[in-house]
């Protein structure tokens, strides 16, 4: 679940849809992970570094530090009012946080959340917005992430079964895509696993349309890695993470955002950073972007766990 979407449950339905076993649905399919004899985060981050050395590479290459941002939805349970909020944020900041992406504003303004970010030297360069019902919508939409200094806006989650909604969501995407870009932002378009499931009939699936359709001028797109690895595990292919190296290269658009979020080998679930069978390490090298979110939908002990522990992973995986 990504602010408040149900992406499993998207995924199971359209499984579902297509007569998959339910044995196969989601959780089931992990067994099939771990059969597959992929590494862990952790042992995936030594092996590439001593494969980068062995290439004659000198130094391998690690993820900036100032390029490491959070989905603050991941601290969702922790955040609770203005007081908790006040608190969850004081502790990224001493974690080395200095970007967030933003789910919702937590009973300020765009201006008073901005001045607090700020005390604590942090910046929310990204927020998940859906997409606007009204032409006033979205120029509150925009207007709020241009005064809190944001370079990207993006849209969480859409699904549907039929073909036309996502035809008429990327032609509305786009439109709100010039209207961003007017006001110096970058609009985007976040992933979870239905969009490659789902069959809007013969075979053509959500994001083939999307793809197909989103203008790569103005719309980009913020690739959450978890979802795309449980995505190619549901669709039975033999390597995930090249399943989703072949997503990241093979898209039109821009991959400009990553949603760094690790896979449980054993259950499927969402897992902190370097303890699942995701090889980050791997899709990294395949693939720079301009910011690696730390995301984890539920967290294996405490959301500010997660948090400390995404940071602490990314900031010493070479690759």
Same mark, same amino acid.
């Given at each position: 679940?990504?602010?408040?979407?149900?992406?499993?449950?998207?995924?199971?339905?359209?499984?579902?849809?297509? %007569?998959?076993?339910?044995?196969?649905?989601?959780?089931?399919?992990?067994? %099939?992970?771990?059969?597959?004899?992929?590494? *862990?985060?952790?042992?995936?981050?030594?092996?590439?570094? /001593?494969?980068?050395?062995?290439?004659?590479?000198?130094? $391998?290459? *690690?993820? $900036?530090?100032?390029?490491?941002?959070?989905?603050?939805?991941?601290?969702?349970?922790?955040?609770?009012?203005? $007081?908790?909020?006040?608190?969850?944020?004081?502790?990224?900041?001493?974690?080395?946080?200095?970007?967030?992406?933003?789910?919702?504003?937590?009973?300020?303004?765009?201006?008073?959340? =901005?001045?607090? +970010? =700020?005390?604590?030297?942090?910046?929310?360069? *990204?927020? !998940?917005? %859906?997409? *606007? @019902?009204?032409?006033?919508?979205?120029?509150?939409?925009?207007?709020?992430?241009?005064?809190? %200094?944001?370079?990207?806006?993006?849209? $969480?989650?859409?699904?549907?079964?039929?073909?036309?909604?996502?035809?008429?969501?990327?032609?509305?995407?786009?439109?709100?895509?010039?209207?961003?870009?007017?006001?110096? +932002?970058?609009?985007?378009?976040?992933?979870?696993?239905?969009?490659?499931?789902? #069959?809007?009939?013969?075979?053509? @699936?959500?994001?083939?349309?999307?793809?197909?359709?989103?203008?790569? =001028? +103005?719309?980009?797109?913020?690739?959450?890695?978890?979802?795309?690895?449980?995505?190619?595990?549901?669709?039975?292919?033999?390597?995930?993470? =090249?399943?989703?190296?072949?997503?990241?290269?093979?898209?039109?658009?821009?991959?400009?955002?990553?949603?760094?979020?690790?896979?449980?080998?054993? /259950?499927?679930?969402?897992? #902190?950073? &370097?303890? &699942?069978?995701? #090889?980050?390490?791997?899709?990294?090298?395949?693939? @720079?972007?301009?910011?690696?979110?730390?995301?984890?939908?539920?967290? #294996?002990?405490?959301?500010?766990?997660?948090?400390?522990?995404?940071?602490?992973?990314?900031? !010493?995986?070479?690759?």
């Amino acid at each position: 679940m990504c602010f408040g979407y149900d992406g499993e449950a998207a995924l199971r339905r359209s499984l579902v849809e297509k %007569g998959a076993p339910r044995r196969h649905v989601l959780r089931g399919a992990a067994a %099939g992970v771990a059969a597959l004899g992929l590494t *862990s985060g952790l042992a995936s981050e030594a092996g590439a570094a /001593t494969v980068a050395q062995g290439r004659g590479r000198s130094r $391998p290459r *690690s993820v $900036p530090h100032d390029k490491i941002s959070i989905q603050l939805y991941t601290l969702r349970a922790a955040l609770g009012g203005q $007081p908790g909020f006040d608190v969850v944020l004081q502790r990224l900041a001493q974690y080395g946080y200095e970007k967030v992406e933003l789910a919702g504003y937590y009973g300020r303004t765009a201006t008073e959340l =901005r001045r607090f +970010l =700020r005390g604590l030297g942090i910046r929310a360069t *990204s927020s !998940h917005d %859906g997409i *606007s @019902t009204t032409p006033a919508a979205l120029s509150t939409k925009l207007e709020n992430a241009a005064i809190l %200094g944001q370079q990207y806006v993006v849209v $969480p989650y859409l699904n549907s079964a039929v073909r036309a909604d996502w035809e008429q969501w990327a032609d509305q995407m786009n439109a709100e895509a010039r209207q961003a870009k007017r006001w110096g +932002l970058r609009y985007g378009y976040h992933n979870h696993a239905h969009e490659f499931t789902t #069959d809007l009939g013969g075979g053509v @699936t959500p994001w083939e349309i999307l793809t197909e359709r989103l203008d790569p =001028r +103005l719309v980009h797109l913020e690739v959450d890695l978890y979802w795309v690895f449980t995505a190619g595990v549901n669709l039975g292919v033999a390597d995930p993470d =090249r399943f989703a190296i072949d997503v990241v290269r093979r898209a039109p658009q821009r991959v400009r955002q990553f949603h760094v979020k690790d896979r449980d080998g054993a /259950t499927g679930d969402m897992a #902190d950073l &370097g303890t &699942g069978v995701v #090889d980050f390490a791997r899709i990294f090298r395949s693939h @720079t972007v301009e910011e690696y979110i730390v995301e984890n939908d539920t967290p #294996d002990v405490s959301p500010l766990t997660s948090a400390a522990v995404g940071h602490l992973y990314l900031d !010493h995986l070479d690759y």
